[in-house]
């Protein structure tokens, strides 16, 4: 049987389980499913939206039996090609799991399933005074499922933690078909192994996630924004520190001087031309403790070197100052058409060390080279500017991608703090890794998935076994 036969025999066996109008196969509909955040493109043989976890089962069950990889998909928003199907096979939609199955006021915990984005299910949880607290940029488009598969963080990720700090449970099919519940919905439970955190973060390589039990918080009614204008990146960290020595902000970000210099004259309020660092920060909780929290920081600020700051008491006045922040990605393409845009992670202490490695980085690959980020929790966005059909700047930026990860790894940090690794990162794992930690790792995988049956090609580097 050649291998288009054998396609069509999977694609009917594949319809009898989902419904034939919950398949796609033609050219037009595999293309929307073939990028993702990174720019890349991999054409899936069929695409699949399965309605309930039992499909889902008896497609792992075809899967294991015809030996064809499967690649889940929340909404391709991923940054390191996650959600790409690198050697083919079927891309499993989960834009049908999106029911919001229980919100538990009593216990502060919700139960649903991975289609729901982000932002709906704070916007549902809003008027009842609950929050989900991981904030990606990207909320308003990401899937649960693809924040847990990812471990995605945000601003408030200084305050509140990442994604895997509420998640209590999963349902998650297994590559066989096998279905497991693992973790609980208490707020404690310590029985076996943590198999809940082990699929956080594993990138759609272990399991298929069709249920979530997380974690809620009481809303924070009040919050208030400063802008602070520094003199020197150093200076900017210092008071990252000085700042987290005495209070708890939910955000803490930061802005390089070429960061800056790309929206300084697309802002609704001048800057001053000697501004070298910008931070931007939030404090947030009941009224009485905002404002009890911004005294306390604008008396500190007060007594800083600092060339100048700005404060924000309601929503329309903070978006003002936040512009300065989201304008940077759309400003930078005014540079070049193309941006890799790695999100690694040093000790707070050394991100001047690090922003001064890249401004030496743009140097010497003669490339548009900027930092903004999380100063809070060290994450640090470093966007590297390029023309990608410039044979040239793309073997520079590679190059330097390479360094600053060298760099990163010397300075005690961490190559992906949100993004994960992807076919994008995977062959600097052994960078980070040791080689025994590696074996573990492919092991565990070698354990939930023998044929390599989900999500192929990804985390590992694929030149050693
Ligand atoms: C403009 C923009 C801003 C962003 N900002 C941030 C940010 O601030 N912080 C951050 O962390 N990330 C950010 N991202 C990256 C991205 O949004 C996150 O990684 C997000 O978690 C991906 O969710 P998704 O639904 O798009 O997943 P996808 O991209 O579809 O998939 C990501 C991974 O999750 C797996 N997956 C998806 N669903 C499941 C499931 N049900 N079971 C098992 N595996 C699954 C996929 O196989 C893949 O490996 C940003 C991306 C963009 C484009």
Not at 390 to 408: I, P
């Amino acid at each position: 049987m050649d291998r288009d036969e054998k396609r069509k025999i999977i694609t009917e066996k594949l319809a009898e389980i989902v419904g034939r109008e919950h398949i796609a196969t033609s050219r037009e509909e595999l293309l929307s499913y073939s990028y993702d955040g990174t720019g890349q493109e991999f054409l899936p043989e069929a695409v699949a939206f399965p309605g309930s976890t039992d499909e889902i089962s008896r497609i792992m069950v075809l899967a294991d039996q015809e030996k064809f990889p499967v690649v889940v998909r929340g909404a391709g928003s991923g940054m390191t090609g996650g959600s790409l199907p690198v050697k083919g096979g079927l891309v499993l939609a989960m834009s049908r799991f999106k029911r919001i199955i229980e919100i538990d006021q009593a216990n502060q915990i919700a139960i649903v399933e991975p289609g729901v984005i982000n932002g709906h299910l704070r916007d549902v949880l809003k008027p009842m005074g609950l929050f989900y607290p991981p904030d990606p940029a990207s909320l308003n488009f990401c899937t649960l499922g693809g924040n847990i598969a990812e471990c995605a963080g945000g601003p408030s990720a200084v305050k509140y933690g990442v994604t895997r700090d509420y998640v209590l449970g999963l349902e998650v099919v297994l590559a066989d078909g096998r279905v497991i519940e693992t973790g609980c919905r208490t707020a404690k439970g310590v029985v076996g192994y943590d198999l809940t955190r082990l699929f956080v973060g594993s990138e759609g390589t272990l399991g298929i996630i069709t249920r979530i039990i997380m974690k809620l918080l009481p809303l924070p009614t009040a919050a208030i924004t400063f802008l602070v204008c520094c003199r020197s990146m150093p200076q900017a960290t210092g008071l990252v520190r000085l700042i987290l020595e005495q209070l708890q902000p939910r955000t803490l970000e930061f802005m390089d001087k070429t960061a800056i210099a790309l929206v300084k004259n697309r802002l609704p309020f001048a800057l001053s031309a000697e501004t070298a660092a910008i931070l931007l920060i939030e404090v947030d909780g009941s009224p009485v403790s905002v404002k009890n929290q911004a005294a306390q920081l604008a008396d500190f600020l007060d007594r800083q070197d600092v060339l100048s700051y700005q404060r924000a008491d309601n929503r329309t006045e903070a978006d003002l100052l936040w512009q300065a922040r989201r304008a940077v990605s759309p400003a930078a393409f005014a540079l070049r058409p193309d941006k890799i845009s790695e999100d690694v992670v040093v000790p707070r202490s050394k991100i001047p060390e690090l922003v001064t490695f890249t401004e030496e980085l743009a140097r010497k690959h003669n490339l548009p080279v900027f930092t903004f980020g999380h100063a809070g929790d060290g994450n640090i966005h470093v966007n590297i500017m390029l023309d990608k059909k410039n044979k040239d700047e793309l073997e520079q930026a590679e190059e330097a991608k390479k360094a600053l990860f060298r760099e990163v790894i010397r300075l005690s940090g961490t190559l992906s703090g949100e993004h994960g690794i992807g076919n994008t990162k995977s062959r600097f794992l052994p960078l980070e890794l040791g080689s025994e930690t590696i074996k573990l790792m492919r092991q565990i995988k070698k354990l939930f998935d023998p044929h390599d049956i989900l999500n192929p090609g990804k985390i590992f580097p694929e030149d050693q076994s």
